[in-house]
Nanobody
Framework: DVQLQASGGGLVRPGGSLRLSCGTF????????IGWFRQAPGREREGVAC????????YYSDSVKGRFTISSDNAKNTVYLQMNSLKPEDTAVYYC?????????????????WGQGTLVTVSS
C-alpha cells in the first residue's frame, strides 16, 4: 500500500527553524514528485513546495521562497522540508503528498496520496 507519513512539527518561536520529514512507502520513490502543503484554521489549503525525485526540479510558493528548502534522501525514501525564519503566519497543519507523476507544481488535484499532517505552531 502507498503511504506517506509526515512528522517533525512542533512549537517554535518566530525566527526559529524546524525540519519536517515525509517518509514514503509502497511505491517506486524515484518515479514521482513529493509536495508539501499546509492548511491554517479557517484558510484554504496552500501548496508550499514540491520536489521531483525524478529530475530534481523544485517549486516554492512565493510565501516561503528563500526561507524553506525541500530536499530528499533517496536511500531512505524520505523528503524533508527545512523551514527557517519562521513567522506566526506559517502556523498550520503541514501535509506531504505524492504527485501523480514525476512532475512539479503544487496544484492539489495533481496529487493522489496524502500523509496525515503534522502541526507547526509559530508563537512567542
Amino acid at each position: 500500500d502507498v503511504q506517506l507519513q509526515a512528522s517533525g512539527g512542533g512549537l517554535v518561536r518566530p525566527g526559529g527553524s524546524l525540519r519536517l520529514s515525509c517518509g514514503t512507502f509502497g511505491f517506486r520513490f524515484d518515479d514521482y514528485a513529493i509536495g508539501w502543503f499546509r492548511q491554517a484554521p479557517g484558510r484554504e489549503r496552500e501548496g508550499v513546495a514540491c520536489l521531483s525525485i525524478k529530475d530534481g526540479r523544485t517549486y516554492y510558493s512565493d510565501s516561503v521562497k528563500g526561507r524553506f528548502t525541500i530536499s530528499s534522501d533517496n536511500a531512505k525514501n524520505t523528503v524533508y522540508l527545512q523551514m527557517n525564519s519562521l513567522k506566526p503566519e506559517d502556523t498550520a497543519v503541514y501535509y506531504c503528498a505524492r504527485h501523480k507523476t514525476g512532475g512539479g507544481g503544487v496544484r492539489a488535484t495533481s496529487f493522489d496520496y496524502w500523509g496525515q499532517g503534522t502541526l507547526v505552531t509559530v508563537s512567542s
